[in-house]
C-alpha cells in the first residue's frame, strides 16, 4: 500500500491518505475510515435525503463532511440546476485531495458551479445560520460515535440536533449517515420533534452483509 500523504486534523490528528492499485483510503491512526471501493452508502445519504426535497424546487443543501466527493457527487445528481450546495470541510488536506489525487473518483463534483465550499467545522454553520438550509447531510467522523475528534460528540448531541433543526427550513431533512446503528439516537432526534426514519444500507454492491446506517429526520417542529 502506497502512503500518498497526511492532512493534520485542527484540534489535534492526523488523516493520512493511501492507495492500492486504483483503490484509495483515507485512515486516522490504524483504523479505517472510508474507500474508494465502497461508498455505496453515501451515495444513499444524499440520494434517500434530496428524495425528500420535492417541496423545494431551489433547495440550499449543507453537507459535514467532503470525504471523497461521492456524497456530494450523489446530491448534485439528484438535484436540479438551481439547486446551491454548500460543503464544511474542516480539513483542508482533504479539499485539496478532492481537487487533485482524489478529483477522477467521484467525477470532480467540486468543480461544479452549484457547489461552494467553506474551510470550517460544519458545526459553525450550525450555530449562526437559522432557517438557511432545506437539508443537512452529516457524514462526519464515523457517526455518532466518533474516531477522529471528541468535539464531533457536539453534533450528535442534544444541544447540537437542536442547532441542526434551527438552521432547516421547515420541513427540511436533516440526514446522518454512522458506520453503526445507534439504538438512542433516533430518540434524541424524536425528542426534539424531528419525525424519524432509519435506514439500513449495504456500505458496497459487494460486500451485503456490512451495513451502514442513515437517519432521516424530517423538521416538523417548525411545520405550521
Known amino acids: 500500500m502506497e502512503h500518498l500523504g497526511d ?16 483503490q484509495f483510503t483515507l485512515r486516522v491512526r490504524d483504523t479505517e475510515l472510508m474507500t474508494s471501493h465502497a461508498h455505496q452508502s453515501e451515495d444513499a445519504l444524499a440520494r434517500l435525503a434530496c428524495a425528500k426535497l420535492g417541496h423545494a424546487p431551489q ?15 450523489a446530491a448534485l445528481k439528484a438535484t436540479g440546476p438551481a439547486a446551491r450546495i454548500v460543503v464544511a470541510e474542516l480539513v483542508p488536506g482533504v ?9 477522477h473518483l ?15 467545522d460544519v458545526a459553525l454553520s450550525l450555530q449562526t445560520e437559522l432557517a438557511a438550509f432545506d437539508a443537512i447531510l452529516l457524514d ?29 427550513r421547515p420541513n ?15 430518540m434524541r432526534l424524536r425528542k426534539l420533534g424531528f419525525e424519524v426514519t432509519e435506514a439500513r ?5 459487494d460486500v451485503r452483509d456490512d451495513r451502514h ?9 417548525s411545520d405550521g
Open 172 to 186: 427540511g431533512v436533516l440526514a446522518v449517515w454512522s458506520a453503526t446503528p445507534d439504538r438512542g439516537f433516533a
Open 140 to 168: 462526519v467522523d464515523n457517526g455518532p460515535e466518533g474516531l477522529t475528534r471528541f468535539s464531533n460528540d457536539w453534533l450528535y448531541s442534544a444541544d447540537g440536533l437542536g442547532a441542526a433543526c434551527s438552521a432547516l
Open 213 to 221: 446506517t442513515i437517519w432521516l429526520a424530517v423538521n416538523r417542529a
Open 201 to 205: 444500507v449495504a456500505s458496497s454492491a
Open 59 to 73: 433547495p440550499v443543501i449543507l453537507i459535514g463532511g467532503l470525504g471523497m466527493g461521492y456524497t456530494l457527487a
Open 95 to 103: 479539499v485539496e485531495w478532492n481537487r487533485g489525487l482524489l478529483s
Open 7 to 22: 492532512a493534520r486534523v485542527p484540534g489535534g490528528g492526523t488523516l493520512s491518505l493511501y492507495r492500492r492499485g486504483a
Open 106 to 120: 467521484a467525477g470532480d463534483p467540486l468543480a461544479d458551479p452549484r457547489v461552494s465550499v467553506r474551510l470550517q
